[in-house]
């Protein structure tokens, strides 16, 4: 049968999901998906029991074997699409100067739509690839470009968030629109994002940061966002140079994030990159108006900009998810920014007495339902629940030709132990080669198996 044909699948094997931060379940069952959500979830011997009946008649049947995994597709909070051919580069530079001699040169091709399609199409695979299901991008500021992007992953059935970076203030690169050409290309956008009729990819509103958008247009764009129901998304508190510049061209203001909710920008709908160097009062703002965060871990270490303290953040009832962030992130899978978030959160407990660190299992929910909550996706996705779109990756944990060695010897003692065994050599050891089936909206687009 055709993927196209396939309207019924029932999954079975050992099935890994997140319930909350500190609940994950991995068992031996069930998912049974129609049409792209899930309408069942159950143990072995629940699926035993229906598989001798008629209820599964008519259902493809997917058999997991003893070392593969189900799991939810992972959500990248915060990546930058047009940034991926710098990958890897200028990583010895400090935030604004990797911004004025790397970022917005590369940026600014993208006026090219030739160019920003043939980027893209390597983007959205990539992501997809490495188990992304979900991904809340920044663009760059060319309209046309940036539809570009949505094309491209409305083609390879990626899920996604997509923003054209609205900026203003001028600078070296001269990379800036006037702000009434800005706020029009952003409507524009909005209007033919809308217009394609995806379920899968909406827009997101993106001031880049207070450093490269005034009052005016921030409050343009707040405008925009409240008229369409959209998201909005930007960076805060990513580097301490950073911070200094936004006060002092904002004296009025206490800290960064008075800037941006003196303009509206801050509600239940806005996710923040970074937000390193909160204050208390921020924080507290934070939870209050219901803002998320998209921590991004390698970029902050790669760019020196810091550290940040997720675990006092998620203390402080502020949702949490994780993003690669490239290219100041130096890999664009998530299974990476779950590591550098496990390192992270030990260096503050060694070095702040900030504890307990993030484990393995805190990480994993980060990755899906968390990201999915970051995003306000999660009446949608991020786990394994009835009635939700099924968003999953096969994961092959000894698969041939990965770099993950299975031995004679084993600590388990139990099938319970083994399988979260499994999950745990995943998360630190597995790659790219690990993800043998992605499926979105229960649409297989990658297929290693």
């Not at 792209?36 to 011997?45: D, H, L």
């Not at 699409?81 to 940026?107: S, V």
């Not at 005016?216 to 805060?236: F, P, W």
């Not at 810091?306 to 100041?328: E, M």
Request: charged share 25%.
């Amino acid at each position: 049968m055709s993927q196209e044909q396939q309207e019924k699948v029932v999954f079975v094997g050992t099935i890994a999901s997140s319930s909350a931060l500190d609940q994950l379940n991995v068992f031996k069952g069930f998912v049974s998906v129609e049409n792209g959500k899930i309408t069942k979830v159950g143990s072995m011997a629940e699926y035993n029991l229906i598989a001798t009946s008629n209820e599964l008649s008519g259902y493809e049947k997917v058999m997991l074997h003893g070392n593969q995994l189900l799991i939810p597709g992972f959500v990248d909070c915060h990546t930058h699409a047009p940034q991926f051919p710098n990958i890897g580069l200028g990583l010895d530079r400090p935030l604004l100067e990797w911004l004025d001699k790397y970022t917005f040169p590369l940026e600014s091709k993208y006026v090219d739509v030739n160019f920003a399609k043939k980027i893209y199409e390597q983007v959205v695979q990539r992501l997809i690839k490495n188990g992304t299901t979900t991904a809340c991008y920044f663009g760059s500021l060319h309209l046309e470009g940036t539809l570009q992007l949505v094309e491209c992953i409305i083609k390879y059935r990626q899920r996604a968030l997509v923003g054209k970076v609205s900026m203003n203030v001028k600078n070296d690169a001269n990379y800036y629109n006037k702000t009434e050409k800005e706020l029009n290309d952003v409507e524009t956008f909005i209007q033919k994002v809308i217009g394609y009729k995806s379920n899968l990819v909406a827009p997101v509103v993106t001031p880049r940061f207070a450093v490269s958008c005034d009052e005016t247009l921030m409050r343009g764009l707040s405008e925009i966002a409240n008229k369409y129901d959209c998201r909005i998304q930007s960076h805060i508190s990513e580097n301490r140079k950073e911070v200094e510049y936004v006060l002092s061209a904002n004296p009025g203001c206490r800290n960064y994030s008075e800037v941006y909710d003196k303009n509206y920008i801050l509600n239940s709908k806005c996710i923040m990159a970074h937000a390193i160097y909160l204050d208390e009062d921020e924080i507290s703002l934070f939870a209050t108006k219901g803002v998320s965060v998209a921590h991004c871990p390698a970029s902050n270490t790669r760019l020196r900009s810091g550290l940040c303290p997720v675990r006092k953040l998620l203390n402080n009832h502020i949702t949490v998810g994780l993003g690669t962030d490239v290219s100041g992130g130096d890999s664009a899978t998530i299974l990476d920014a779950m590591r550098r978030t496990m390192d992270v959160s030990i260096h503050l407990e060694l070095l702040e007495n900030m504890g307990p660190a993030l484990n393995f299992k805190e990480v994993f929910y980060l990755a899906t339902l968390g990201g999915a909550k970051a995003l306000r996706l999660d009446d949608k996705i991020g786990s394994f629940e009835i009635g939700k779109e099924f968003d999953a990756l096969i994961v092959d944990v000894y698969t041939k030709g990965g770099q993950i060695d299975q031995y004679e010897y084993s600590i388990d003692k139990n099938e319970e132990h083994y399988l979260l065994s499994l999950l745990q050599r995943f998360i630190y050891l597995g790659d790219d080669r690990n993800i043998s089936q992605v499926y979105v909206k229960g649409k297989k687009v990658k297929d290693f198996s």
